[in-house]
């Protein structure tokens, strides 16, 4: 019973999987029409972006403070407080920016999306723009997964530079770091391909698997209160999951 | 007149023959006849859970039937392509039993909407024809409220502009006088009147509400057990002696739709049956 009872969830967990793989290939396909809708599209980056600024600057602008402040200390043990700047913009470019940021909008605007859709489909609204010879797919689907696409990679960029700033703020004017050791060293370290635009690869990835995850579980919420409140847990479970196997999969390809 | 024995009308617009699906394990038509002629409201009665709803979405094409066809204005709805349910949907309009509206839209963007989506209009003209709707329904006062402020009357009756905002053939009402007061209730039933006979649409109405089946449909199909079990005019069903019609128009409590939901012999489930104890 107990084995059965596994293995049903196994194959319902590959099944879903599968599910998600077709629905991707579905808005993929409904990508094109959707510029149709391009207003749509431009409110759906102007809510997953901008409204998730606030939270993303003052994320990255406290990751970036305690990142200089750990490396700070670590780094004076063995005398090389000058590698500060590098360090930290290193982490940051590479790793955290994309990450964190990631896992902030799935929180944010991921939940929000699979709210919304799960309710438009309790209320019908989907039902009621099919029956309008408008295909939800295209109206509602694919400017929600354009807008995380687009995004995402902004809001990394945001995310680092406050990151930047935060170490800025506690190596130089607060711990007394020479300024322009702190800048020299990471201007001439940090790499624009190999450091600066695999991050951003990495979050552009992230942008797309965290709003095709949040599209998906609105879309296909059971139409209940309890359903769509399930669909929204699982957003942000199965999007933090993503991410960070993605992560470490897409650091072994790039590095 | 019989079930069984319907003649097939040349200007039926909406042709049902022998329609099976299956939901679940449940058995929703098995076999199901029926034909909607041109103009006129057609009304379909029947217990709740009989699928009428389900018919709706046959007719539109939302749900493929496992067997059957549906024929709606020439057209083989279970083999049309997307894009042509598509196109055939700009010429249907259905009221959803909960309005549907978009929420996050004021109630003129809502009857807006299909024409953005489907015409290029001049902007003026796109206004007008909005307000024509809006004041069809007697709510063009109310075109930049927000669907969140209003009644449950209001919000049909804007559903209703929207759905005639591309002057359909063909419009389904589901369920369209559940839930409001007899003001809203009578404001409705006029509304699918004169909608009806001024813009000479066809009109299929799902509902229980047997007064105002009464004073609005022309003829009635009363489905049950995935089967039409009588047709006709409402006051000729009303008086028609069959026990489905007896129970139905009588409103009585137990007859062909029992009142014990199917469960395990009463006696033996309690242990009071022989050779239990």
Known sequence: MNANLRRNWLLQGIASVGECGLFFVAVLGALPKSLCHWRESCRQVWFVGAMSLVIVMTCG????????????????????TAALGTVVA????????????????????????????????????????SMMAVDPLAYVAAPRFLAGVIAMPLLACVFNAMGIFGGHLVGVTWLGLDNGTFWGNMTSTVDLHRDILDGLYKSIVFGGVVSLIAVFQGYTAPPTSEGVAYSTTRTVVFSSIVILAFDFVMTAFMT | MNAADHVKTADALVQVRGLRTRIGAKMIFDGLDLEVPRGGITAIMGP??????????????????????????????????????????????????????LTDFSVFENVAFPLRRHARLPEELLRNIVLTKLQAVGLRGAAQLMPSELSGGMARRVALARAIVFDPMLILYDEPFVGLDPIALNQVLRLI?????????????????????????????????????????????????????????????????????????????????????
């Open chain 1, 90 to 129: 290193l982490s940051l470019f590479r790793e955290l920016g994309p990450v964190v940021t990631a896992l902030l909008v799935a929180g944010r605007a991921g939940t929000a999306v699979t709210a919304e859709i799960g309710l438009m489909r309790a209320t019908d609204q989907l039902d009621a723009m």
């Open chain 2, 48 to 101: 709740s859970g009989t699928g009428k709803t389900t018919l709706l979405r046959h007719i539109t094409g939302q749900l493929r039937p496992d067997a059957g066809s549906v024929v709606v204005d020439g057209e083989e709805v279970t083999k049309l392509s997307r894009r042509g349910l598509f196109d055939l949907r700009e010429r249907i309009g259905y009221l959803f039993q909960n309005s549907a509206l």
């Open chain 2, 193 to 277: 009147r004169t909608l009806n006979s001024t813009l000479g649409i066809t009109s299929i109405l799902v509902a229980h509400e047997l007064a105002a089946i009464r004073q609005v449909a022309d003829r009635v199909y009363l489905i049950a057990n995935g089967k039409l079990v009588a047709q006709g005019a409402p006051d000729e069903l009303a008086h028609q002696d069959s026990p489905w019609t007896r129970q139905f128009f009588g409103g009585e409590a137990d007859g062909p739709v029992p009142f014990q939901y199917p469960a395990p012999d009463y006696a033996t489930e309690l242990g009071f049956a022989e050779g239990t104890r």
């Open chain 1, 61 to 80: 602008l406290f990751v970036g403070m305690v990142l200089a402040l750990q490396l700070y200390y670590t780094l004076s043990i063995f005398g090389g």
